[in-house]
């Protein structure tokens, strides 16, 4: 019978804005900066970019057809973790290397764990740490490749601002914050980072607790043991350099290695930015914000536990 | 005159849709074919029948006697034949004992006392008039009004609340009744504040009805117990949690009632029903229905005798404008759908919501991804991602101890989640599977 009424419970009508929309979204708030990236280092960026978002999304595919689950290419959610596990890599990387990364984000990190909404750390930034510690060379090796834009003159062959900026040397803050500089393709131009994030926060597609609190406490730590005092010259370079913008507004605010309470987003915030300044200042190394974001994903059951809500009416704040 | 807007935390705003119908003035309706009245149109025992087949009954004659304390007595609505018990599908989907009833289409109707002057009555004689009306909320829960006016320490009432927020999409009866009786509805309030003389009268109105704000406040102007509240247009603000938080900032949880926060709220209907249950000694028969949604030719309110049945409601808005996937009694968000149109309408239909497509259906589920969208909608401040996850796992000390059994079932969530999960809907069965549990255990207790 065709004229059968639909039969189901309660409601009957759905919010338009669905995962896809919202990965699309956080999309279109990279694009600028992965366009810059690419201006910035030339086409051999644009190669990298490809190869991590093809990889990925081909390692996904691959693994669904593996273990006989539905096709997720749909939720756009691979799209992602490729685009910004490129913008994590410097743009003198060999081809092979994005490929090595995809597989380690979505086989290791993601679908071995089930896949999109079960990962535990951030896919994009687990590949990268692997990537660091079993690649180090290549993945420091910040020379520009020819054809670039980018003609800074290369006086301290491979090094970038931040580690400019912890060896004590004074750095271009303008070049930094437009992102005329050195550094992995998408984590350069803090000034097009920071409206990409600015974007998915008016837009509700993420929360400000995560990025406000992680910036704020990292801010107060470094002025506070940043050994410069009340400086806010080498505040504005810590901030702008590194990957901090892209993992504050990007990584640190992925959905589901980030806790879903709204203290816990706050708590989350604290540690990601005490553990940067802690890393970056203290470290050996100048980066931090890596780490500090897989550490801190490791952290989100526990703070969630000790963060759930009061319910209406038992004895919470109206 | 700028008006404080009160509000409450979290919540959806869904498309209204309510312009369909909204410029309709309500409509009499006679219905053609035979009545049927189910004898659980309540929260309660059900109703006892006191008629049998062959008697001739006229509208406004009771066919069936209150089953108990928390229970309410039934009516026939139109003249006719009484053609004997049948079980009958319900508007909520379940199958119960009803009366029907042969329709003689003469529409001969008792003769009703004259009209008293409540101020002459004291407060039992308010409450048996009330009760032997059957009257009950008729917002849509259907809690005998009755039991809802005795409460335990009468003199702790300071609030009245007149639930008039109608927060649901498409609905549109209780703004054509505010609009249209407003007076009938400030008469059932001022019975209510005159057995509760320390209480405090408020008319609660959502900001999309700014009409029904300005008129309710025209017509209370003089009465200095009466104050219209201005509630931002947000669902579900007419849950009574949220509706009590907002007007009186108190706050009560699954254990308590609204006598616990000193407050006692109706639906503007159920105010209606107290003035001409209480005045004119006349019990509830019919209703506003809005009879809405995209595949109905022409929208609109009705006041429809209770136990007319669906499909007569439809022909007299017009038929449908095409096949409808799914028709839906009450709003969208808490309705229930409805396997076929031969069902009748009761004390709490307010809505018939036919809907051309059925979105519901087409979309895709897929992974939570953790985003919290459902976190910050509910009003209850659960976590409904992982209350549902647990309910999936049957967890149930995980469910209750992150708050699983406050939840109100507004379906926010499931409205809000990104990834289309029938979050709403989960945690409802494992709420359910939660009471019989506890039901359970206290049955075992008590031998």
């Known amino acids: 019978m065709a004229d ?86 410097p743009a003198s990387a060999p081809w092979w290397l994005p490929i090595v990364g995809g597989a380690f984000a979505i086989i290791i990190v993601k679908m071995l764990f089930g896949g999109l909404g079960e990962n535990i750390m951030n896919p994009a930034l687990g590949a990268r740490c692997f990537l660091l510690i079993s690649f180090a060379g290549l993945m420091c090796d910040f020379s520009v490749p020819s054809g670039a834009f980018l003609q800074v003159a290369d006086t301290v062959s491979g090094a970038t601002p931040l580690a400019a900026v912890k060896g004590g040397e004074s750095i271009h803050l303008l070049a930094s914050f437009i992102g005329y500089t050195k550094g992995t393709i998408g984590e350069t131009s803090a000034l097009l980072l920071l409206l990409g994030g600015l974007f998915l926060a008016v837009t509700k597609v993420i929360d400000w607790r995560i990025p406000a609190s992680y910036i704020g406490s990292f801010a107060v730590f470094v002025l506070l043991f940043g050994g410069h005092g009340f400086d806010l010259y080498y505040l504005a370079c810590q901030l702008c350099t590194g990957g901090l913008m892209l993992g504050a507004w990007f990584m640190a605010t992925d959905y589901v290695t980030s806790p879903i309470t709204p203290m816990g987003r706050i708590i989350f915030g604290i540690a990601l930015g005490v553990l940067t300044g802690l890393f970056r200042l203290f470290g050996s190394s100048a980066e931090g914000v890596s780490y500090a974001i897989i550490f801190c994903n490791l952290l989100v059951p526990l703070i969630e536990r000790v963060t759930i809500r009061k319910a209406f009416g038992k004895g919470g704040k109206a | 005159m700028s008006r404080e807007k009160l509000t409450f935390h979290g919540g959806i705003h869904p498309r209204g849709a309510k312009s369909l119908s909204k ?34 009954v006229l509208a406004g004659q009771k066919i069936a006697e209150a089953g108990g304390f ?4 039934i009516y026939a609505s139109v003249s006719g034949k009484i053609k004997g018990l049948v079980n009958h599908l ?9 009366i029907e009833l042969e329709n003689d289409h003469e529409y001969r109707s008792v003769e009703f006392p004259e009209p008293t002057d409540p101020k ?53 009866s209780d703004y054509r009744l505010m609009l249209e009786r407003p007076e009938e509805i400030i008469g059932g309030l001022k019975i209510v504040l005159q057995m509760f003389p320390k209480a405090k009268g408020c008319i609660c109105i959502e900001d999309n009805k700014m009409d029904c704000i300005e008129l309710m406040e025209h017509l209370t102007a003089d009465e200095h117990r009466i104050e219209v509240k201005t509630l931002v247009a947000k669902y579900p603000q007419g849950g009574e949690r949220f509706l009590i938080q907002a007007v009186t900032g108190r706050q009560i949880n699954s254990s308590g009632l609204p006598a616990d926060a000193g407050c006692i709220v109706n639906n ?3 105010m209606t029903a107290i003035y001409r249950a209480v005045v004119y000694q006349k019990p509830v028969i019919h209703r506003t229905v809005t009879v809405t949604g995209s595949a109905i030719r022409h929208p609109g309110n009705f006041d429809v005798p209770c136990g007319t049945c669906v499909n007569e409601l439809i022909e007299a808005a017009g038929g449908f404008v095409c096949p409808p996937e799914k028709i839906v009694s009450g709003g969208p968000m808490m309705g229930f759908s409805l396997f076929n149109t031969d069902t009748p309408t009761t004390k709490t239909s307010n809505c018939i919501l036919c809907m051309q497509k059925d979105r519901v259906t087409a979309v895709e589920q897929m992974a939570c ?22 309910a999936e796992h049957h967890d149930s000390a995980a469910f209750q101890k992150w708050y699983g059994m406050e939840c109100v079932e507004c379906g926010c ?24 549990e506890r039901r359970k255990q206290n049955a075992k207790g008590g031998k």
């Open chain 2, 120 to 172: 002459t009555l004291d407060k039992e004689e308010i409450l048996r008039r009330i009760g032997e009306a059957g009257v009950v909320g008729m917002g849509g829960a259907g809690f005998p009004t009755r039991v809802k006016l005795s409460p335990r320490e009468p003199e702790k009432m300071e609030y009245i609340l007149v639930n008039g927020a109608e927060c649901e999409p498409y609905l549109t």
């Open chain 1, 4 to 89: 059968l009424l639909h039969v189901s419970a309660s409601p009957h009508i759905r919010a338009k804005a669905d995962t896809p929309y919202l990965m699309k979204m956080v999309l279109a708030a990279l694009a600028p900066a992965a366009v810059f990236g690419v201006v910035n280092f030339g086409p051999r960026a644009l190669l990298i970019l490809v190869l991590t978002v093809v990889s990925c999304v081909g390692f996904e595919t691959m693994m669904n057809r593996l273990m006989h689950r539905p096709d997720t290419l749909g939720d756009y959610s691979a799209v992602v973790t490729g685009l910004l596990l490129g913008m994590n890599l």
């Open chain 2, 90 to 98: 319900t508007l909520t989907g379940a199958v119960t004992t009803a």
């Open chain 2, 268 to 270: 503007v209907e159920t």
């Open chain 2, 413 to 436: 969530c499931t409205f809000i989640c990104p990834s289309k999960r029938p979050l709403a809907q989960s945690i409802k069965s494992m709420r359910q599977s939660v009471l019989a």
């Open chain 2, 70 to 73: 928390v229970s309410a007595p």
């Open chain 2, 369 to 390: 991804v953790n985003c919290g969208r459902c976190m910050s909608v509910c009003p209850e401040k659960l976590i409904p991602a992982r209350l549902a996850r647990f």
């Open chain 2, 23 to 56: 410029k309709v003035a309500i409509q009499q309706f006679l219905p053609q074919g035979n009545m049927i009245y189910p004898l659980s149109q309540h929260i309660g025992a059900p109703a006892v029948p006191i008629v049998e087949a062959g008697d001739y």
